[in-house]
């Protein structure tokens, strides 16, 4: 992927046209979002130059401490109460997972969840796997395994969520820790998305999502 980054960004990688970016602000402008906050880094203006004048608000995570660092820098700017969390590096050709998540939101943390099919699923690493339900509460998510393939038919969350006040009572700078915390006490819940998720992170996933995004 390095290959294809523009000016050291991943973000800027071009996927049918449109940067990752781009598809990600114009997923969260088309849930009815009207402030759209991006976390970038003082170390890659390009991403500053290419969202002039677009209407979003940028703020500068110092250092690259993970995403738990990340949102607590864009809260400085939205404040308190739930956010819907967009990771730029996932697409989602069949559905706009943004707007699932507003409209099944109920108060508490939401995560958007795919069923993994092929054969899209086939560029999936095993991580993000729910390992334990009721009705549509998650109640264990697994450890990450970068090195083996993602077992089909079963569900991952999808870089799509919205945090809550809850999320932050318990945060211990690790999302994962935090999110089987709350599901531990039964306050994390899902919203089931039917679309292919192409993890864009990853070069076999880059290849898919141009094939998928050029037709």
Not at 45 to 54: C, F, S
Not at 178 to 190: F, P, V, W, Y
């Amino acid at each position: 992927m390095e290959e294809n980054a523009v000016l050291g960004c991943k973000e800027l990688i071009e996927i049918g046209g449109k940067t990752m970016l781009e598809h990600t602000i114009q997923e969260l402008e088309n849930a009815g979002f009207e402030q759209i906050v991006v976390v970038s880094s003082p170390s890659k203006p390009a991403i500053d130059n290419e969202l002039m004048n677009r209407g979003v608000k940028i703020v500068h995570q110092v250092e690259p401490k993970g995403l738990v660092d990340a949102i607590k820098c864009a809260r400085d700017i939205m404040g308190l109460g739930p956010c819907l969390i967009a990771l730029p590096d996932v697409l989602f050709p069949d559905a706009n997972p943004s707007a699932e998540l507003v409209s099944a939101f109920e108060g508490e943390t939401l995560l958007a969840v795919v069923q993994v099919e092929a054969p899209w699923g086939s560029q999936l690493k095993d991580t993000g796997r729910v390992t334990e339900w009721h009705e549509n509460k998650i109640l264990g998510i697994s450890d990450k395994f970068p090195n083996r393939d993602f077992p089909l038919g079963e569900y991952r969350i999808t870089g799509r969520a919205i945090w809550t006040e809850a999320f932050w009572e318990i945060e211990d700078d690790d999302e994962v820790s935090t999110l089987r915390c709350l599901g531990s006490l039964e306050k994390l819940s899902a919203c089931f998305v039917k679309t292919k998720y192409i993890d864009v992170g990853n070069p076999k996933g880059y290849m898919y999502a141009q094939s998928i995004f050029n037709q």
